[in-house]
């Protein structure tokens, strides 16, 4: 398909899981973008794997999250083995329970997250421009200006706004100087899918293999029997051409020490791996997110995941602008937000990684006698457990530091900035139960007061919420009652006083404040947010 604009308002740069997501948000907000991938159709490679809480809630919101949970699979267990022999085993079955609808590591595949999208993006009349690549760029005040070719015919279009979304190797971000800073990992490494016969092999379980060779990382997938591997290659291999699985096997046979029958071999490659972060998310009317914006190891299955937030976190702010909803000042919270979280995942993976793969001789004392031991007790103390699963499903990330947000309560539990805690809330007149994230499935701001209000209180809001922000928010009441205790108690809510909380559209809460005042929310929303007047 050859793309007929000369113009629109929003052009995206590549058709990975990131852009993909931007565009969907982008859609649920009522903003048409444009999106072209120099790639010929989507990937049919596996790719990433584990889709974490936080993205599983995402796609809750858009309402296609039946599919995944139909098509995926629970990651149940998590296995240490070192020479053969295991160390440790952890269950990961509902290791995050009552904290979020989806407890646990989803696996499924960045190519089916990837159709997945797409056929949202397809339901919304919203085509992907196949074969299109990037040429040149530049920017003037009120625009971008960009050259794009798509069979060997060149052609120029402008956009109001630009979304890098291409990869580790932007075009988007070379254009734009932006440095990418880090480094990239000494050694080589591969990752294969394929299908194994090996009964001794459990395809529910992630299985880490140490040996003296190096490491290899088991995770199964959805479908029987099939396995991602990741591993490290050895010395003698690392300068070696046209790698294929059979030169690798025989290593992987003895840090794993098994005997591995292959039976179908679908995808292997060999690759080196860098940590590295661009030094800008954003220049002037262009923005980079996913793997445009930074890169790491694999450790914790953070890298697609962290790309769908970044879109899911740009899309609403910049849609917002586009709509005339929102002052434009509003996009600087972009960066400002989501910086610190990639630079705090690319500190971390890169520290654990870095210990996995050491050959000191200190390390390999303390992986082989202190790890094991120090594994098991960190993963017998529940309120550990329940911090790590925060922070590898992403449902931990908080933006308390950011200038769009506003805490006017003595709340020390849950504060602006935070994710929105999932608490389920029996719905006292359709006698059912829902949850708070429910709540928030409408596109748009979400309003609730929890506490007792007056017949008259309510009216008054309601007739606020109408002459002011009809078109951007959401309004739900919650009584106190004893089956809804549990909220009141999570928001420090006592006696007879009522609570006001404004979720974002990417369900982090904006404001919250220990009294319903109607002054101080529309300082929030015009001043602190910039809605338009």
Same mark, same amino acid.
């Not at 706004?161 to 880090?182: C, E, M, T, Y």
């Not at 928001?491 to 979720?503: L, V």
């Given at each position: 398909m050859i793309l007929s604009e000369t113009h629109t308002k929003v052009l995206i740069v590549g058709a990975g899981p990131s852009g993909l997501m931007m565009a969907a948000q982008l859609l649920r907000h009522g903003v048409q973008p444009v999106i072209i991938d120099s790639k010929q159709g989507p990937t049919d490679e596996s790719k990433a794997l584990g889709v974490q809480a936080r993205s599983l809630e995402i796609y809750r919101q858009m309402g296609v999250i039946d599919h995944i949970i139909e098509n995926g699979k629970k990651a149940i267990g998590l296995s240490f083995n070192r020479e053969g022999q295991n160390i440790a085993s952890f269950s990961l079955a509902n290791v995050g329970e009552g904290q979020t609808p989806f407890p646990f590591i989803e696996l499924y595949q960045q190519s089916k997250n990837e159709r997945l999208l797409l056929d949202y993006l397809t339901i919304n009349c919203c085509p992907v421009y196949w074969g299109t690549t990037l040429i040149s760029l530049k920017q003037t005040a009120t625009?971008?200006? #960009?050259?794009?070719?798509?069979? @060997?015919?060149?052609?120029?279009?402008?956009?109001?706004?630009? #979304?890098?979304?291409?990869?580790?190797?932007?075009?988007?971000?070379?254009?734009?100087?932006?440095?990418?800073?880090?480094?990239?990992?000494?050694?080589?490494?591969?990752?294969?899918?394929?299908?194994?016969?090996?009964?001794?092999?459990?395809?529910?379980? &992630?299985?880490?293999?140490?040996?003296?060779?190096?490491?290899?990382?088991?995770?199964?997938?959805?479908?029987?029997?099939?396995?991602?591997?990741?591993?490290?290659?050895?010395?003698?291999?690392?300068?070696?051409?046209?790698?294929?699985?059979?030169?690798?096997?025989?290593?992987?046979?003895?840090? *794993?020490? &098994?005997?591995?029958?292959?039976?179908?071999?679908?995808? $292997?490659?060999?690759?080196?791996?860098?940590?590295?972060?661009?030094? @800008?998310?954003?220049?002037?009317? *262009? $923005?980079? #997110?996913?793997?445009?914006?930074? #890169?790491?190891?694999?450790?914790?299955?953070?890298?697609?995941?962290?790309?769908?937030?970044?879109?899911?976190?740009?899309a609403w702010k910049l849609a917002g602008v586009v709509n005339n909803q929102l002052k434009v000042s509003i996009l600087d919270s972009y960066a400002d937000e989501r910086m610190p979280v990639a630079k705090d995942l690319l500190s971390t993976t890169d520290r654990i990684f870095t210990l996995i793969m050491s050959k000191n001789w200190f390390v390999g004392l303390f992986k082989k006698w202190i790890l094991p031991d120090l594994l098991k007790f960190v993963w017998s103390k529940k309120t550990i457990r329940e911090a790590l699963f925060k922070r590898v499903s992403q449902i931990g990330i908080t933006y308390r530091e950011s200038a769009i947000n506003l805490h006017i309560s003595q709340a020390t539990k849950i504060k602006a900035g935070d994710r929105l805690p999932y608490? @389920?809330?029996?719905?006292?007149?359709?006698?059912?139960?829902?949850?708070?994230?429910?709540?928030?499935?409408?596109?748009?701001?979400?309003?609730?007061?929890?506490?007792?209000?007056?017949?008259?209180?309510?009216?008054?809001?309601?007739?606020?919420?109408?002459?002011?922000?009809?078109?951007?928010?959401?309004?739900?009441?919650?009584?106190?009652?004893?089956?809804?205790?549990?909220?009141?108690?999570?928001?420090?809510?006592?006696?007879?006083?009522?609570?006001?909380?404004?979720?974002?559209?990417?369900?982090?809460?904006?404001?919250?404040?220990? @009294? &319903?005042?109607?002054?101080?929310?529309?300082?929030?929303?015009?001043?602190?947010?910039?809605?338009?007047?």
């Open positions: 625009q971008a200006e #960009i050259q794009i070719q798509n069979d @060997k015919e060149t052609r120029d279009i402008t956009c109001d706004w630009l #979304i890098g979304a291409d990869g580790a190797h932007s075009i988007v971000r070379k254009q734009l100087n932006i440095p990418f800073s880090g480094d990239t990992y000494q050694h080589l490494h591969y990752l294969a899918d394929i299908e194994l016969n090996n009964p001794e092999l459990d395809d529910n379980i &992630v299985s880490l293999f140490l040996g003296k060779a190096g490491l290899a990382g088991f995770f199964p997938m959805p479908e029987a029997k099939r396995y991602r591997i990741i591993g490290n290659l050895p010395d003698i291999l690392d300068k070696k051409e046209d790698l294929k699985l059979e030169d690798v096997l025989p290593y992987l046979n003895d840090i *794993c020490k &098994v005997n591995l029958q292959v039976v179908q071999n679908y995808w $292997f490659i060999d690759y080196r791996l860098h940590h590295r972060m661009a030094d @800008k998310f954003r220049e002037q009317r *262009c $923005f980079l #997110i996913g793997d445009a914006a930074h #890169i790491h190891s694999p450790v914790g299955a953070q890298g697609m995941n962290t790309g769908l937030q970044d879109a899911y976190n740009l608490l @389920k809330v029996f719905d006292e007149k359709k006698l059912e139960e829902t949850d708070l994230h429910e709540w928030c499935s409408k596109p748009g701001f979400t309003f609730i007061v929890l506490g007792k209000l007056s017949e008259l209180d309510l009216f008054t809001l309601a007739k606020w919420i109408t002459q002011n922000y009809a078109s951007i928010l959401n309004f739900f009441y919650l009584p106190p009652s004893a089956k809804n205790q549990h909220v009141f108690e999570a928001f420090e809510i006592k006696g007879n006083h009522a609570k006001s909380i404004i979720i974002r559209p990417d369900m982090h809460i904006g404001f919250i404040n220990d @009294k &319903v005042d109607m002054v101080l929310m529309d300082n929030y929303l015009r001043n602190v947010v910039g809605v338009h007047g």
